[in-house]
């Protein structure tokens, strides 16, 4: 159980706690052992993800000690931004 749940970024305590809660998991399928009231609903996906237009900026922010320095860079250059960070990161 730990594995499947590291493969799929979950906490192994968590991923237990579901199964002791669906106690119906791994029985055979069938009426008597179904889930009530439960089914799978597909719903749209809805990207909230911000549209990369004019004012959109990508947003560094760096810290060492007590100095933090905020850098924006234009989201149109965003591949100018990955080289420089990058370069700045060697």
Excluded: Y
């Excluded at 009231?37 to 909230?48: D, K, N, R, T, Y």
């Excluded at 993800?49 to 924006?72: F, N």
């Amino acid at each position: 159980m730990a594995a499947v749940a590291l493969a799929h970024g979950l906490n192994a305590n968590l991923l237990r706690r579901w199964v002791v809660e669906n106690k119906w998991i791994g029985r055979t399928p069938g009426p008597a052992n179904s889930p009530s009231q439960q089914e799978f609903v597909a719903l749209p996906w809805v990207s909230q993800a911000p549209q990369l237009g004019a004012g959109c900026d990508i947003r560094v922010e760096l810290r060492r000690g007590a100095t933090t320095i905020t850098i924006s860079w234009p989201a149109q250059a965003a591949g100018d931004c990955a080289a420089w960070l990058r370069e700045w990161l060697r």
